[in-house]
């Protein structure tokens, strides 16, 4: 047997380890099969034109990795553990918690060309040349730096440039000490978690709300209790009337997945109960810098100075979501908490992207950026809104005034929003049935009767956008013809 | 009154907003002191040439931020509860969290100036080069990436380069499923701890270990269970006969701090022992890419195949601790209660610190860049127990066959590690004592009696180290005065 195996002696790696690794790509790529007789080390060597020794020596590296079973007097043979091992046992149980995004079901997503995603931002709009420009700078004069840990809680420098961003933009009047950076909204949502005891504290979530993120509080043992949105948000005349302490996480400026905008007389009200009830709120910021039509409302934070806020954000949807960096805005009172439950969890994150993002903001690059993308997804949002109502007439839409996906509830007597997605996909399209989403998370109505899609067109371009509203409209033509033709 | 404002007419940001923030600074930087009255908007707009809206703006900016209080016909003053709420509430709170390396009873960290610190990797030995080319290369051809997220268990082709440099690295046969990215050590224990269940779950770790990593069991509410190490680490003759389950976690390539290394008979007496017990063995491989004197044991998740053994590794050390990436290594059984647990903490990490560490690994330049730094930091070691020797002739040494530092025994009759400690702080040098760093978690005897101190080599320059213990002999000698005047 002369197996394809090259030898490098130019290439610094030892001849032995070369010979290993080679050979172990072959066992566990299926080239050589469970049970195959290796050729003999005299061979071998002879072959690959190396000393027997270098030979026996791998050979005794993958029989203490598993993957060889010398024989007395028989030769070496590929172990007949490793393939099983390997492939059905790993690879089926990983296929269960990857990819949830598409299922079975339906089309694979390769046949998807027009993805209405309302979690995926556009490659086009990442300020890629003045992220280069200061990576390059940064590099150049502070390059050392990444050889350093740095604090749990962030970069001094992006925590200030936060600060001081948030100032004028939601009218947060917050210190750098109270700002912890952190690897998003989910991390910033398992630090109030571990700040606070938890278990069966009472957790007001708005219904629907983000299944991943409702999780996170569930983990902890926490009780949610979901109170219904319209389409103004939160219906703040449910809420609960005596809560004892714990905490109410919402999505003032834009909620979701339905899109409304609190206004300020259920901000006063929310504010109101918060304080009477003793309880902390968590506003996530989500999608306040995208505002189309009006400027944003003051946050919640900046609305109080009763120290209940705790306020959180990102900057994946406003840069990338390849950046990795939230924040959170803690009151006094619980910053000492908050900061050593962030260690807890790891050491804080890429001094590079914190050190690049730090200077963006600073530099006035950042406030330019979110000028440049509004006006890039405003046009596709009116792209959008134009383009369905040209083939269907009056659609009712919410969400449409900031942020950067929309909710549109189907006209009576359509196909649900599962059967519309399923359809839409064989044309190469596809949108999200909002009952499908945020099933497990909703007793809301128009969840539940599964009447509504969300659609995301922040990572479509202009002409994307019309040919994909032009083939739902394809599909539900054929769906009509279709009916016509049973009766 | 004349503030020190400046406005730049070329800077693009606003100038309502520039002058928004400045004041906010002068305020919260306490240069305008709460209670003072601001110049009235028409003497503002003449000293600095601006329109009187403009300075309106900005004034009604900081009133909704709470900074600045209208007092009708009397003018603008800064609002009276500032003060009080940053400086004291907010800056005393978090220095008790903040600096913890440096206490207050001794000198400031500024005059330390040889630190024989061993939590801190060298600037010197970044990879700064290569890293900065391969950034420029992936920003080049996958730029747009950034916009996206990411898998939480991290970019697939780090999984395989992960994957592929443990086989001859470590001896471990892994598939890439297998590998979980995390942002480090601290991160893969949460991970850990989420999969299973914690509460009154065993959890023996060595007698010393970190403090910060004992933190994250305890948290869990897991049962901490210390275990004596020796010179050759964990003393697996004193392993608890009858543990049901649960873990054990330890460092055996390089007891950390004590820095032994967990002989091969040792290996398969604790992989019985946990087979026998059914606990699951966490191995922190910590150390074991920089070995001096022989080559590295294999480790013990490549001793076995019997899927007991979580292995976990990071690159803070071997590449630069503001990288912030890591990785775990979970046996079949546990990857999608792994992967569920990553994905509740976060997304994921930094696209481009992994995209470039995937391309560093592949490339080669991560196995040379491990060779050039083993060479400067081996070096660095024996420049540091040779000076040792040649001050305080015979020196009683342990773990300087690999990792970073090494811990000293101090000479009977010698100080204490804490007194030692203060003593050449004066002089300009810090050391670390092991009672005083790992006080909280040891029973162990030679912490218990304070007799040893922990020197990291890696960050210090070879003529800095000279000087170093240079200055450590100075103090003794100093010292040995002091008494000898004093009999």
Request: aromatic content about 6%.
């Given at each position: 047997?002369q197996?394809?195996i090259?030898?490098?002696?130019?290439?610094?790696?030892?001849?032995?380890?070369?010979?290993?690794?080679?050979?172990?790509?072959?066992?566990?790529?299926?080239?050589?099969?469970?049970?195959?007789?290796?050729p003999?080390?005299?061979?071998?060597?002879?072959?690959?034109?190396?000393?027997?020794?270098?030979?026996?020596l791998?050979y005794?590296?993958?029989?203490?990795?598993?993957?060889?079973?010398p024989?007395?007097a028989?030769g070496t043979?590929?172990?007949?553990?490793?393939?099983?091992?390997?492939?059905?046992?790993?690879?089926?149980?990983v296929?269960?918690?990857?990819?949830p995004?598409?299922?079975?079901?339906?089309d694979?997503?390769?046949?998807?060309?027009?993805?209405?995603?309302f979690?995926?931002?556009?490659?086009?709009?990442?300020?890629s040349q003045?992220?280069?420009?200061?990576?390059?700078?940064?590099?150049?004069?502070a390059?050392?730096?990444?050889?350093?840990?740095?604090?749990?809680?962030?970069?001094?420098?992006?925590?200030?440039?936060i600060?001081?961003?948030?100032?004028?933009?939601?009218g947060?009047?917050?210190h750098?000490?109270?700002?912890i950076?952190v690897?998003?909204?989910?991390?910033?949502?398992?630090?109030?978690?571990?700040?606070?005891?938890?278990?069966?504290?009472?957790?007001?979530?708005e219904?629907?709300v983000?299944p991943?993120?409702?999780?996170?509080?569930?983990?902890?043992?926490?009780?949610?209790v979901?109170?219904?949105?319209?389409?103004?948000g939160?219906?703040?005349?449910?809420?609960?009337?005596?809560?004892?302490?714990?905490?109410?996480?919402?999505?003032?400026?834009?909620?979701?997945?339905?899109g409304?905008t609190?206004?300020?007389?259920?901000?006063?009200?929310?504010?109101?109960?918060a304080?009477?009830?003793n309880?902390?709120?968590i506003?996530?910021d989500?999608?306040?810098?995208?505002?189309?039509?009006?400027?944003?409302?003051?946050?919640?934070a900046?609305?109080?100075?009763?120290?209940?806020?705790?306020?959180?954000g990102?900057?994946?949807?406003?840069?990338?979501?390849?950046?990795?960096?939230?924040?959170m805005?803690?009151?006094?009172?619980?910053?000492?908490?908050?900061?050593?439950?962030?260690?807890?969890?790891?050491n804080?994150?890429?001094?590079?992207?914190?050190?690049?993002?730090?200077?963006?903001?600073?530099?006035g690059?950042?406030?330019k950026?979110?000028?440049?993308?509004?006006?890039?997804?405003?046009?596709?949002?009116?792209?959008?809104?134009?383009?369905?109502?040209y083939h269907?007439?009056?659609?009712d839409?919410?969400?449409?005034?900031?942020?950067?996906?929309i909710?549109?509830?189907?006209?009576?007597?359509?196909?649900?929003?599962?059967?519309?997605?399923?359809?839409?996909?064989?044309?190469?399209?596809?949108?999200?049935?909002?009952?499908?989403?945020f099933?497990?998370?909703?007793?809301?109505?128009?969840a539940?009767?599964?009447?509504?899609?969300?659609?995301?067109?922040?990572?479509l371009?202009?002409?994307?956008?019309?040919?994909?509203i032009?083939?739902?409209?394809?599909a539900?033509?054929?769906?009509?013809?279709?009916?016509?033709?049973?009766?």
């Amino acid at each position: 047997m002369q197996l394809p195996i090259q030898i490098d002696r130019g290439s610094g790696t030892s001849l032995q380890v070369q010979l290993a690794k080679q050979l172990r790509e072959l066992i566990l790529g299926g080239l050589i099969k469970s049970g195959a007789a290796l050729p003999g080390s005299r061979e071998m060597a002879l072959n690959l034109k190396l000393s027997r020794n270098t030979v026996l020596l791998s050979y005794d590296q993958l029989t203490i990795e598993g993957l060889l079973e010398p024989r007395a007097a028989k030769g070496t043979f590929v172990s007949k553990r490793v393939r099983g091992r390997i492939e059905s046992n790993i690879l089926n149980s990983v296929r269960s918690v990857e990819g949830p995004k598409y299922d079975c079901a339906f089309d694979s997503p390769a046949n998807v060309s027009i993805d209405f995603a309302f979690d995926r931002q556009s490659a086009d709009t990442f300020p890629s040349q003045t992220w280069r420009r200061l990576i390059l700078k940064k590099l150049a004069h502070a390059g050392s730096s990444a050889a350093h840990y740095s604090e749990p809680s962030g970069l001094l420098d992006l925590r200030q440039a936060i600060a001081d961003h948030l100032g004028p933009a939601r009218g947060i009047n917050v210190h750098r000490d109270q700002v912890i950076v952190v690897g998003g909204i989910q991390e910033a949502l398992n630090v109030i978690c571990r700040s606070f005891p938890m278990a069966t504290t009472p957790v007001v979530v708005e219904d629907p709300v983000s299944p991943g993120l409702r999780r996170v509080f569930e983990s902890y043992s926490a009780r949610v209790v979901p109170v219904s949105t319209d389409r103004q948000g939160l219906r703040t005349d449910l809420l609960p009337h005596h809560q004892s302490g714990g905490f109410i996480y919402l999505t003032p400026s834009h909620q979701f997945p339905t899109g409304g905008t609190l206004p300020v007389s259920r901000r006063a009200k929310l504010l109101q109960w918060a304080e009477q009830n003793n309880s902390l709120i968590i506003e996530n910021d989500q999608d306040s810098d995208f505002c189309y039509d009006n400027p944003p409302l003051i946050s919640l934070a900046g609305m109080t100075h009763s120290e209940n806020v705790i306020h959180i954000g990102d900057f994946s949807k406003s840069i990338g979501g390849g950046v990795h960096i939230g924040y959170m805005i803690v009151p006094p009172h619980a910053i000492v908490s908050a900061m050593a439950a962030k260690a807890i969890f790891n050491n804080g994150i890429s001094w590079l992207d914190q050190a690049v993002l730090a200077d963006f903001i600073k530099s006035g690059a950042y406030a330019k950026h979110l000028r440049r993308v509004q006006r890039i997804y405003r046009s596709r949002r009116d792209i959008l809104i134009e383009a369905l109502k040209y083939h269907f007439n009056s659609v009712d839409i919410t969400g449409q005034q900031s942020g950067t996906h929309i909710l549109w509830q189907l006209p009576f007597g359509w196909p649900t929003g599962r059967e519309l997605d399923k359809r839409v996909r064989s044309h190469g399209v596809r949108i999200y049935s909002l009952h499908r989403e945020f099933d497990g998370s909703s007793d809301n109505m128009c969840a539940r009767s599964d009447t509504a899609v969300i659609m995301g067109y922040s990572s479509l371009t202009e002409s994307s956008i019309k040919r994909g509203i032009q083939k739902i409209s394809d599909a539900i033509a054929d769906l009509a013809n279709v009916r016509r033709a049973s009766h």
